[in-house]
């Protein structure tokens, strides 16, 4: 006899998982509920009683994956003390997203670029990518640099060319050809911003 699977997670967690792999897949769009319903195995009435929409299925979606990707950056940052490697962290938790079998581009730009700029995708979006620019000035200001917004823009369009290049190229060694960019980026600033150097009485003469 076969065993019997039992899926104890409750009708929300069931469908927001299979809008998870869906979405992710194949688009916020191209999926439609019905195939969301089929592979949660749960009544139509639960995604209405749960969510109330389609939209707002999307946006509990892209939330999900937004925290996730709070959870595994910060985490990646606080184990390291130093400025500069708690800066580059960001850099190290990108190489590893990229590198993985799953990895389909950036949730946020996939449905971003299938929607309307006043759309829940773009909504959430604005949040998830405001959150990482807030983070690059906070770790760029802690390193010590004398324009930290400036780099934390520079150090942003590392960040989603990689994201971008590992999609279309199919290469995760995009995500470590970023870092390596984003080192020399901040060594860069951190030269320009140290004060000159003063020259001794007796070099002058």
């Known amino acids: 006899m076969s065993a019997t699977v039992t899926d104890n997670r409750s009708a929300r967690e069931r469908l927001l998982a299979a809008a998870d792999e869906l979405f992710y897949e194949q688009g916020i769009h191209t999926v439609g509920i019905d195939r969301i319903i089929e592979r949660a195995g749960v009544a139509k009435a639960s995604l209405y009683s749960a969510f109330g929409s389609k939209d707002e299925l999307v946006r509990a979606y892209l939330e999900s994956r937004d925290e996730s990707r709070r959870v595994r950056v910060q985490a990646a940052v606080d184990r390291h003390t130093d400025p500069r490697a708690r800066l ?82 199919h290469d995760p060694a995009r995500g470590a050809a970023a870092r390596a960019a984003a080192e020399v980026l901040i060594d860069a600033a951190l030269t320009s911003s140290a004060p000159p150097r003063r020259r001794s009485r007796s070099a002058a003469r």
Request: with cysteine; proline share 2%; aromatic share 6%.
């Open 88 to 169: 580059l962290a960001v850099f190290d938790s990108l190489a590893k997203t990229v590198a993985l079998p799953t990895f389909r581009g950036c949730a946020f730009a996939n449905a971003s670029a299938e929607s309307d700029a006043e759309s829940v995708a773009a909504e959430v979006t604005r949040t998830a990518r405001r959150w990482l620019q807030d983070l690059l000035v906070a770790l760029t200001t802690a390193v010590g640099v004398g324009a930290p917004r400036s780099l934390s823009i520079q150090l942003a369009l590392l960040y989603d060319g990689a994201l971008v290049q590992s999609r279309l190229d």
